[in-house]
């Protein structure tokens, strides 16, 4: 009498027949070839159909070699528990969808609140500069100390992410908006009383710079849960935030100071602020959290070595970019070139041409990779810059306001792709974006001030515009150089390839 055998092979071939699906959000609908237990809907097609293979039981007898079936519940915890593998790496991104693209518009508000700010400050420099500044008697705050103020500001968003990506990592990206949000709004108020240099320091630099610290880094990392091949794109619409927030409010602070006065056209860019921050508020939400919490500082990254380049390239591009954006506006009004209500409008032109360089750039990254677009964008960013040695007429200045924006969104936007790229594992990324950016805030400690010192460096009262746009051109020239280097060190010299 021949006896039916069925091999350990053939019991494993049958334990994963196919039957699981997923919707598009990513999400298994059948868990019995997850677990080996059928579903209710698996088991009762199995009965109906004449066609359907013997239970497991009634072949075991018979089968004394075939791998026992595992029995009681499964192990490991329910999807979407601690310690179980959907914790760890979660279903795959949608890659759209309502829940998505809610984040990208939560998103495009924070940058809105945080660079859209930062890149505004050329305007403050300006009237802090000139006769009708709170600061008294004119010229008593000089050009280097007052860059202070922004360039304290800056460090403090990218500082933040030292601490917010981190917290971001363990779970706490809604305390995090909230508390930030709070920050910024507060801040504002606090700079609409100060009449004091130390006032605005503190209110302006400190305050409103850590409130938006603590929102950056995370409303960037958490996009990268909801896309994967749209993830240059959704970055792009959202850093495009920072060129709108850069056009908005430098005009109503222009247009309101004459009407209203300093203090109340600053009260209303805080309630703007205190506006539109409600919408990450309310909507930003982390879908996947990492089943094992990271320390705070991720010392492998000093180990990265094309982490560690690629931020360093950033960091002397940074440098060079903060002398442009800070001086521009002043430089025109300083020269001649502009009248002073000309001179207000330089900053929002530059910020509407930087809203196209950070969405067209981004969305051309997914088909070519972030880095084949940041390369050409810091070589174009410090031959713009050595070009203003030669400006003299308004035109000039517009035009290179134009092409310098468009070029300098790269640097806003396309950092938090190429950190995405290098970073394999992706339970550190919001540690390593922090760390990343808060490296890259030394340079905007270095970039104003830096070049408001060489401005000043003249014996007949005058300025050293010569020079500060020297100093800044080199050291975009560098970061490209620096960048193009990693480039070929990670993904080869080939042209073509996508990198």
Not at 31 to 49: L, V
Not at 76 to 87: E, L, N, V
Not at 146 to 163: D, P
Not at 337 to 346: G, H, K, L, S, V
Request: aromatic share 12%; hydrophobic share 45%.
């Amino acid at each position: 009498m021949a006896s039916t055998t069925l091999s350990p092979n053939s019991a494993f071939a049958e334990r994963n027949t196919p039957g699981a699906s997923t919707d598009k959000e990513g999400n298994i609908s059948d868990q019995s070839t997850a677990t080996g237990i059928p579903s209710p809907s698996r088991a009762s097609s199995e009965k109906s159909s004449p066609l359907a293979a013997p239970p497991a039981a009634t072949t075991s007898a018979a089968a004394p070699d075939a791998e026992k079936q595992p029995t009681g519940p499964p192990t490991g915890g329910p999807p979407g528990a601690p310690g179980s593998g959907a914790w760890d790496s979660g279903p795959p991104p949608p890659n759209g969808g309502l829940a998505a693209w809610l984040q990208v518009a939560s998103a495009f508000f924070i940058f809105f609140n945080t660079w859209g700010l930062l890149n505004t400050f050329g305007i403050f420099q300006t009237y802090y500069e000139s006769p009708s500044s709170i600061f008294q008697p004119p010229g008593s705050v000089s050009s280097s100390n007052i860059s202070w103020i922004g360039s304290i500001q800056s460090f403090m968003v990218l500082l933040g992410g030292l601490v917010s990506g981190p917290l971001y990592d363990r779970g706490y990206l809604k305390h995090l908006i909230v508390v930030g949000a709070f920050g910024v709004v507060f801040g504002h108020m606090m700079l609409s009383l100060a009449k004091e240099y130390y006032q605005a320091l503190l209110a302006q630099g400190f305050v409103v710079g850590l409130g938006a610290g603590m929102m950056f880094t995370p409303g960037v990392a958490v996009l990268q849960s909801y896309f994967s091949t749209k993830i240059g794109l959704a970055t792009g619409l959202a850093a495009a935030g920072s060129s709108f927030g850069g056009v908005v409010y430098p005009i109503v602070f222009y247009r309101l100071i004459d009407r209203i006065g300093y203090g109340w056209s600053v009260r209303v860019i805080g309630f703007i602020a205190l506006g539109t921050l409600a919408v990450p508020v309310v909507f930003l939400k982390q879908r996947v959290k990492p089943g094992k919490v990271r320390a705070f500082v991720d010392v492998t990254a000093f180990t990265d070595g094309p982490y560690v380049l690629f931020t360093l390239g950033c960091f002397v591009g940074f440098i060079g970019l903060y002398t442009m954006l800070f001086y521009l506006s002043f430089f025109g009004l300083d020269t001649g070139a502009t009248d002073p209500a000309m001179a207000f409008y330089i900053v929002p032109i530059l910020n509407a041409a930087s809203m196209f360089g950070r969405t067209l750039p981004n969305w051309l990254s997914d088909k070519t990779g972030p880095f084949n677009i940041l390369i050409p964008g810091a070589l174009v960013c410090g031959a713009l810059t050595l070009a203003m040695m030669g400006v003299k007429s308004l035109g000039a200045i517009i035009v290179v306001a134009i092409l310098f924006g468009f070029f300098s969104g790269v640097f806003i936007a396309l950092p938090t792709v190429c950190y995405i790229v290098l970073t394999k594992d992706k339970s550190r990324l919001g540690s390593r974006i922090g760390m990343g950016y808060a490296f890259l805030g030394l340079a905007t400690l270095i970039g104003g001030p830096g070049g408001g010192a060489i401005l000043q460096q003249t014996g007949h009262g005058g300025h050293n515009w010569t020079g500060m746009w020297t100093f800044g051109g080199v050291m975009l020239l560098a970061s490209g150089a620096i960048i193009m280097v990693l480039r070929g060190w990670k993904f080869g010299v080939k042209l073509t390839t996508k990198a």
